[in-house]
């Protein structure tokens, strides 16, 4: 068994947006971080991270694919989860300039609080083909 310092990896997928490849692929992803050594409460969090982001994909542009990347490295998990079609001013993220999230979100949003509670970072980012919600979230590789 490797020891945590080798903790690694990346994990991508692209899936059709319905509930049920979303739920699929949250799962796979669960897998993958146990697979690759992360302690069980931070990939219970990231596991919920995930599932309200791709949540939120799916229910934002239903007919077109979701991104969902994992990546784990040097005691961080980076998640992104995209949308084709979405450009980054419709993603409604409360805060400050610098694109941290630090406000509360009034009608909708409440899964992006509760990223934004188990994340150290999210932002959001467009490239003019995908846009994605991307997230930190630290961790002591020395406690798996």
């Known amino acids: 068994m490797p020891d945590d310092r080798s903790i690694g990896g990346a994990f991508d997928f692209q899936f059709t947006p319905s509930h049920e490849d979303a739920s699929r692929v949250r799962q796979e992803a669960r897998r993958f971080l146990d697979a690759s050594g ?10 919920l991270i995930i599932a309200e982001l791709v949540t939120n994909a799916v229910e934002q542009e239903p007919t077109m694919p979701v991104r969902l990347d994992v990546v784990i490295a040097d005691g961080a998990i980076y998640v992104s989860v995209a949308n084709r079609s979405v450009d980054d001013s419709a993603i409604e993220l409360p805060g400050s300039a ?8 009034a009608d909708r949003g409440r899964g992006l609080q509760i990223v934004s509670a188990l994340a150290d970072g999210v932002w959001v980012h467009g490239d003019g083909e995908w846009t994605s919600v991307r997230c930190l979230k630290w ?5 798996g």
């Open 38 to 47: 992360v302690p069980s409460p931070v990939a219970v969090d990231v596991e």
């Open 139 to 143: 961790f002591d590789q020395s406690s």
């Open 98 to 105: 610098d694109g941290s999230i630090d406000g509360v979100l």
